[in-house]
């Protein structure tokens, strides 16, 4: 299973396999992989095993922004194996137009999932959903997956980068030109072997990166010594980076925050997609560290507040008055009511506008 995981990373056509195997193994009805992201409510399936496709097209079109484990579900930290009744009780769960209407019809119970990355803005995660005669809290299924994460996680980084269906040119150009992060591929000496269009652009302005006789070169001196000790360690492998890269601050202004993330390519299957291109590195510059909390969780984290206490924050910014959100989240205007109370009490917050404010201030 383990050696499918990562074949899929390189032939993407393997993930829906792949995927089917990792829910055999862990007892599930039915599996996807797929990335949401908190900031728009906006979620996309990569793949998805044993899934309905009536009610697949329900969720997205109309029950999406009722699932109670968003966005609470997102701020879990990567590679944390975690289950609905760690966001949500049961009982809770169970009120809510989303258990009654979409849960229960599929005859699902538990849906166990792991945040494979989280950047600033989206999640890509893996979600099993079990039979409801299993019940909830299924430590078995979940001490499965956990087995799996790493792998996992690896695979997903691969497999974003390349794609050897088509040639591995083809691929970068294909792949990458639509992250909205710039992205250079480096070999030791910074020279430059790809560069996608937001990369393109970075070096056109020539404000945080420049490029010099083909060598990429930071504008900031202390940012510039920085990488090129970094991509010459790259070359020695993982173990001089680490296996998910390190960040270097491109700016020294404070309110003006660009980082680059530099991920070595030189270990395992990654090594295997980079031969042709001789990089040994992946760099993605974007602005804010690329694991900033959003407003959202920062908040979350500082008033301690509950995962569904989050989604009544969240959904406020949306819509106001007690009526509006009880429909908005598909739960009992009582439910809205309590959540609102301890939200006041946490946050020392009298009215939603002073709550509005609050996500707004921060």
Same mark, same amino acid.
């Given at each position: 299973?383990?050696?499918?995981?990562?074949?899929?990373?390189?032939?993407?056509?393997?993930?829906?396999?792949?995927?089917?195997?990792?829910?055999?193994?862990?007892?599930?009805?039915?599996?996807?992989?797929?990335?949401?992201?908190?900031?728009?409510?906006?979620?996309?399936?990569?793949?998805?095993?044993?899934?309905?496709?009536?009610?697949?097209?329900?969720?997205?079109?109309?029950?999406?922004?009722? #699932?109670?484990?968003?966005?609470?579900?997102?701020?879990? @930290?990567?590679? +944390? +194996?975690?289950?609905?009744?760690?966001?949500?009780?049961?009982?809770?769960?169970?009120?809510?137009?989303?258990?009654?209407?979409?849960?229960?019809?599929?005859?699902?119970?538990?849906?166990?999932?792991? #945040?494979?990355?989280?950047?600033?803005?989206?999640?890509?995660?893996?979600?099993?959903?079990?039979?409801?005669?299993?019940?909830?809290? #299924?430590?078995?299924? /979940?001490?499965?997956?956990?087995?799996?994460?790493?792998?996992?996680? !690896?695979?997903?980084?691969?497999? !974003?980068?390349?794609?050897?269906?088509?040639?591995?040119?083809?691929?970068?150009?294909?792949?990458?030109?639509?992250?909205?992060?710039?992205?250079?591929?480096?070999?030791?000496?910074?020279?430059?072997?790809?560069?996608? +269009? @937001?990369?393109?652009?970075?070096?056109?302005?020539? =404000?945080?990166? /420049?490029?010099?006789?083909?060598?990429?070169?930071?504008?900031?001196?202390?940012?510039?010594?920085?990488?090129?000790? &970094?991509?010459?360690?790259?070359?020695?492998?993982?173990?001089? =980076?680490?296996?998910?890269?390190?960040? %270097?601050?491109?700016? &020294?202004?404070?309110?003006?925050?660009?980082?680059?993330?530099?991920?070595?390519?030189?270990?395992?299957?990654?090594?295997?997609?980079?031969?042709? #291109?001789?990089?040994?590195?992946?760099?993605?510059? /974007?602005?804010?560290? @690329?694991?900033?909390?959003?407003? =959202?969780?920062?908040?979350?984290?500082?008033?301690?507040?509950? @995962?569904?206490?989050?989604?009544?924050?969240?959904?406020?910014?949306? %819509?106001?008055?007690?009526?509006?959100?009880?429909?908005? =989240?598909? %739960?009992?205007?009582?439910?809205?009511?309590?959540?609102?109370?301890?939200?006041?009490?946490? &946050?020392?917050?009298? !009215?939603?506008?002073?709550?509005?404010?609050? %996500?707004?201030?921060?």
């Amino acid at each position: 299973m383990i050696a499918d995981i990562y074949d899929a990373a390189i032939d993407p056509t393997l993930w829906q396999q792949a995927l089917a195997n990792i829910c055999a193994f862990m007892g599930g009805h039915s599996a996807a992989l797929y990335w949401h992201d908190a900031a728009t409510q906006r979620s996309k399936a990569l793949y998805l095993v044993n899934e309905d496709p009536h009610y697949t097209k329900l969720y997205f079109e109309k029950y999406l922004p009722m #699932n109670p484990m968003f966005p609470a579900g997102a701020f879990i @930290p990567e590679g +944390v +194996v975690n289950s609905t009744t760690d966001l949500i009780s049961q009982a809770e769960l169970e009120e809510t137009r989303f258990y009654k209407e979409w849960i229960a019809p599929q005859g699902f119970g538990d849906a166990i999932s792991v #945040n494979l990355e989280k950047g600033a803005l989206r999640a890509s995660l893996i979600n099993i959903r079990m039979d409801a005669a299993l019940g909830f809290d #299924n430590q078995e299924a /979940r001490g499965k997956l956990a087995l799996l994460v790493p792998h996992l996680q !690896r695979a997903v980084v691969i497999g !974003r980068l390349f794609d050897h269906q088509k040639t591995v040119e083809q691929a970068m150009t294909a792949a990458l030109d639509h992250v909205e992060a710039a992205v250079f591929l480096v070999d030791a000496t910074g020279a430059i072997t790809f560069a996608n +269009v @937001p990369a393109k652009k970075l070096l056109e302005e020539a =404000l945080l990166v /420049r490029e010099q006789k083909g060598v990429l070169r930071a504008v900031a001196p202390e940012a510039d010594r920085t990488l090129r000790d &970094t991509f010459a360690a790259a070359a020695s492998g993982d173990t001089a =980076l680490g296996i998910r890269g390190i960040e %270097v601050r491109l700016t &020294t202004l404070k309110d003006d925050a660009w980082f680059a993330h530099i991920l070595p390519l030189t270990s395992g299957r990654r090594q295997q997609a980079v031969q042709a #291109n001789h990089a040994v590195a992946a760099m993605f510059i /974007r602005k804010l560290a @690329p694991n900033a909390p959003l407003p =959202l969780e920062t908040i979350a984290t500082r008033y301690k507040l509950l @995962p569904s206490e989050v989604r009544v924050l969240d959904a406020i910014a949306k %819509v106001q008055g007690v009526r509006q959100l009880a429909e908005h =989240l598909g %739960v009992s205007q009582a439910t809205v009511k309590t959540h609102l109370h301890n939200l006041f009490r946490k &946050t020392g917050k009298k !009215r939603q506008s002073e709550l509005v404010k609050l %996500v707004a201030g921060i």
